[in-house]
């Protein structure tokens, strides 16, 4: 009787073992993938690839897709470094920030350039760069894309910030809120993704200060960029290659469906924030605008060298493997 309780027992727990192995494997072959973008112009690419399911076109048959979205880089790096995320757009500033603090991150297509136009409020009394010294200006996040790009282009100027000895006041907040902040004075300039800058354009009658081609790194490095953790690369590339094939195909419809691509990131961004664009304003800030999914390291490096100068960065950074272009190929 007891041989024939453990011979069940053993039958019992052989089941128990196979249907993990069942359910491990069944997770290789129908795996969740999450894609982590936030509602600014710079992550079009992640909107029509959601809207047009290509990411599930260009991974293995049976892969469920999430998408979250976030209000800055910070918290998607968070995501990422838990695997509450395995990839998505992000600006470069918040990689190069938690690489260079140990986090596994891995640069693997770039997805816009252009995009950060800095405004001032009206009746800031700002109608030059040089105004600007004593001022409040806003960006999403201490040491973002945006923040080092102002920052980088101010002390060109001979102008800096409070955190390190200058007279600008920081303040940070999303761009979705910019309006109201100029509204209420609180702020007199803002550095902002689009389509936020032509929204505080047409909507507050905000003067452009520094546009999107004079800004530092305004058009040579991406202001988004595509990462994964060096982890997935590691044990799935197959899973990785069809993220960079999805974007790109991404990137390739909004050049030659600008229209539906513009469509697709209103109702969009309406979603996320609740704020339904008009037309204009999407027309206005795509001049400002260019998708491309190259990456270039030596502007990676110079972006790097420029945050560590603005004291953003602790050590000086080496970014020479934290791109893995291998998958643009």
């Known amino acids: 009787m007891k041989k024939i309780i453990l011979l069940i027992a053993i039958i019992a727990l052989t089941g128990i073992l196979a249907a993990c192995g069942s359910s491990e494997a069944s997770k290789e072959d129908a795996s969740t993938i999450t894609i982590g973008y936030f509602p600014n112009l710079d992550h079009v690419p992640a909107m029509v690839a959601k809207e047009k399911g290509l990411y599930e076109k260009n991974l293995p048959e049976?892969?469920?897709?999430?998408?979250?979205?976030?209000?800055?880089?910070?918290?998607?790096?968070t995501a990422l470094k838990t695997g509450d995320i395995d990839g998505g757009l992000v600006g470069p500033g918040p990689a190069m920030n938690n690489y260079t603090n140990g986090a596994d991150v891995t640069m693997i297509a770039g997805g816009?350039?252009?995009?950060?136009?800095?405004?001032?409020?009206?009746?800031?009394?700002?109608?030059?760069?040089?105004?600007?010294a004593g001022k409040t200006f806003i960006t999403p996040r201490v040491g973002c894309t945006h923040d080092v790009q102002f920052e980088t282009f101010m002390k060109e100027a001979g102008i800096t910030s409070n955190r390190i000895g200058g007279e600008m006041i920081h303040q940070t907040g999303k761009p979705a809120q910019y309006e109201a902040m100029?509204?209420?004075?609180?702020?007199?300039?803002?550095?902002a993704p689009e389509p936020w800058a032509t929204v505080l354009e047409q909507n507050t009658g905000a003067k452009v200060i520094i546009e999107a081609d004079e800004i530092s790194?305004?058009?040579?490095l991406p202001a988004s960029v595509l990462v994964t953790s060096g982890k997935l690369i590691e044990e799935n590339k197959e899973m990785v290659q069809g993220i960079v094939d999805a974007h790109k195909e991404a990137t390739a419809f909004i050049s030659e469906n600008p229209e539906e691509a513009k469509e697709i990131?209103?109702?969009?961004?309406?979603?996320?924030?609740?704020?339904?664009?008009?037309?204009?304003?999407?027309?206005?800030?795509?001049?400002?605008?260019?998708?491309?999914?190259?990456?270039?390291p030596e502007e990676i490096q110079a972006?790097?060298?420029?945050?560590?100068?603005?004291?953003?960065?602790?050590?000086?950074?080496?970014?020479?493997?934290?791109?893995?272009?291998?998958?643009?190929?």
């Open 303 to 329: 972006f790097g060298d420029s945050s560590f100068d603005l004291k953003f960065l602790k050590e000086q950074p080496d970014f020479s493997t934290l791109a893995d272009t291998q998958f643009l190929n």
């Open 182 to 191: 100029f509204a209420t004075g609180k702020v007199d300039v803002a550095v």
């Open 217 to 220: 790194f305004g058009t040579t």
């Open 62 to 77: 049976g892969t469920k897709v999430d998408y979250v979205t976030f209000a800055d880089g910070a918290d998607f790096m």
């Open 265 to 296: 990131a209103i109702t969009a961004i309406d979603e996320i924030t609740g704020q339904k664009l008009d037309k204009s304003v999407i027309d206005g800030a795509w001049e400002n605008m260019i998708f491309d999914t190259a990456l270039a």
């Open 112 to 132: 816009a350039s252009g995009g950060t136009v800095v405004m001032a409020r009206d009746g800031s009394g700002i109608e030059s760069v040089e105004d600007i």
